[in-house]
């Protein structure tokens, strides 16, 4: 079974996100901040993290930068999930190594999911810029 940790501080959306993941026969691990998602990375191993890039105590950014720094963690595929959709937000994340960038309101969660499977299967494939 595919580990997916959701980094989200939005309780109404993970637990919605949890909740599919979970249907389409994920296991998932929640952090609601970014300390506690560095700590819970570790921890649980996922083999995927969904990640929002406006958190408490540490922001995705800080997070992406984290993860890719560390040479036990950075081949973990990383797709943010963010209301952020400036091109500038959207190429300092794929260029921290983000896999891929939805804006929340463009990709409804049934797209999510089926992005998240597709990454799963191949990691390294690209999935393209978000809609503009």
């Known amino acids: 079974m595919a580990k997916i940790l959701i980094v989200e501080d939005e309780e109404v959306l993970y637990r919605v996100l949890e909740e599919k993941f979970r249907k389409a026969n994920f296991e998932v691990a929640i952090a609601e901040d970014g ?3 560095m700590t819970t990375v570790k921890t649980f191993n996922p083999d995927l993290i969904l990640l929002d890039l406006i958190l408490p105590k540490k922001d995705g950014f800080e997070i ?9 963690l950075k081949q973990i595929p990383v797709v943010v999930l963010s209301n952020l959709g400036q091109d ?3 190429k300092r994340a794929l260029s921290l ?17 089926e992005k998240v499977q597709k990454y799963l299967i191949d990691p390294q494939k690209p999935q393209g810029m978000p809609k503009a």
């Not at 992406?64 to 036990?72: S, W």
């Not at 190594?97 to 999911?113: M, T």
């Open 35 to 37: 300390e506690v998602a």
């Open 64 to 72: 992406l930068q984290e993860l890719k720094a560390d040479p036990g």
């Open 88 to 90: 500038e937000e959207i």
């Open 97 to 113: 190594g983000a896999v891929d960038y939805l804006v929340k309101v463009q990709h409804p969660i049934n797209e999510v999911v």
